[in-house]
Structure formats: C-alpha cells, structure tokens
C-alpha cells in the first residue's frame, strides 16, 4: 500500500510539475510575445491550470471512481478561491475587489463553487442531460463574463502598450514557434503521466479501500497549485507601475474564473459522459 501512496504522489506531482514549469510558463510566454490582452492571457492560464484537472477527473471516470472527480472539482475550486483571496492580499492588491466587474466575477467564482456541491448530492442520478447542461452553463457564464469585461474592466489598450515596448520584434516568430513546441512536449508528458496515475487510484480504491472522497480531496489539493502559481505570476508582473495593479488583478480574477468554471461545467461533464458511457 505504502508503494501505491508513494506512485500517488510522485505522479501527481511530476503533474503539477510539467504543468507549472512547461504548460503554464510556455503557454504565459506564447501569450505576451503574440501581445495579447489581459483577460484573453487570463483565459490562457485558466485553460493551461485547469489541465491537471482534467487529467485526473477523466482517469477517475474511467476507472469507475466518480465520486473522486466530484471532490476533486469541489476541493480544487474551493482552494482556487482561498489561493486568489491570499495572492491578494500578500501583493496588497485587496482592494481591486472594490471594482464592480471584479465583485461579479467573484460571485460567479462563488456559483461554481455551488454546483459541482449540488452535484455530488445527484450523483447517483447523473445523466448526459446533466452533461449536456453543465455545457450550456459555461456558455452562459462566459458571455457573462465577457460583457462584465466589456462594461467594468476595459483596461486592454494600457496593457497592449505595456506588452509592446517589452517585445523584441525581431525574435518573435522564432520564439513563439519554440512555445508551441514546448506546449506539444508537455500535453504528451502530461498524458502518460495521467494514464499511470489512473492505474494506481484504482488500485488505491479497490484494493485497499481508500475512500473516493479522500482521493478526491487529495487530488484537488494537488492539482491547485498551478493556479497558485500563475495567481501571483500574473500579479507580479503588473508591479513595475502601480498605476498597472488592476491589470495584474484582472488577468488573476479572469484565471480563477475560467479555471473554475472548465473544471466544473466542461472537465465535470466530460468526466459524467465518460462515466455514464461505461456503465
């Protein structure tokens, strides 16, 4: 048992691991030398930090353990939020989140909190309708995003200037490429890795009877800390002028709120789909 726990971690690990020191970094790289806006790299990280999610939520379905794709979309959304509120404040950007589009976000940050909780109270009656309409509530939550952005928070011109007088045109294209590479390498690293883990929770589940909660919550403690990361990168990135804050703290406000919602209305989905096909 003690090997089983010990493969756990390491996987779980060299997950969080590929995803912060390659995904993340080259996807975050790719995103400032094309100068793109700070919510669309905010939506670029939510998508890359949300991949360890992914990983583990489709190998659980496929092993037959949907109450550890539950908890773990319900720990790792609850920690997400915790890890923003702290990145907050240790970069004393706390009072960003007097700014109306930032308030709202926030409470959509909240409902996706709510709903993989209410899932797990119907996990016994999950269906494809369930699936279907997660999918119709990230489409809602994210034209409400946008037109929150469009209304309250649209800061993207300062931004652009910020990222161009910081590119080197002439190394552009050659680094981008190099981006893209680095992105493909860690989704295959990223695969294999996943497909070991999945062996060892089923092992850990039916032959040793660990609880699918507790492999949940494990699993969601693990996955969150690429969110962490990228939370204060982004922040840390805004501090050359003060006047930029706001941006740091848009950018993190939009990473929590798509990772959120992927991890709960699509990553969710995908995981019932998949369970529900095998039954």
Partial sequence: MLIEIGKFLLYA?????????????ALRKLAENLKLKPRTIGNIAGIATSIPELLTVTV????????TSL??????????????????VINKNYKAIKNKGIIIQNVLVILTIMFPIMLLKLENTLNIMVAFILVVMYIIFYWISKKIHERYL???????????KEQKETQKNKQSFIYVG???????????VGDALGNVLENLSEHFGIAEWILGVLLGVITSIPELVTFFESQKHYKKEEDNNLLGVIETTNNLLISNMLNVFIIQAIGIFIYISLL
């Fill in 71 to 88: 908890y773990n979309i319900i720990s790792s959304n609850v920690i997400n939020f915790i890890q923003y509120g702290v990145s907050l």
């Fill in 60 to 67: 659980s379905s496929f092993k037959g353990l949907m109450g």
């Fill in 182 to 192: 680095y992105i493909l390498i860690a989704g295959i690293l990223l695969y294999f």
């Fill in 13 to 25: 690990i060299l997950i969080v691991t590929i995803s912060k020191f390659i995904l993340v970094k």
């Fill in 154 to 164: 649209n800061y993207e011109e300062i931004e652009a200037e910020e990222i161009e």
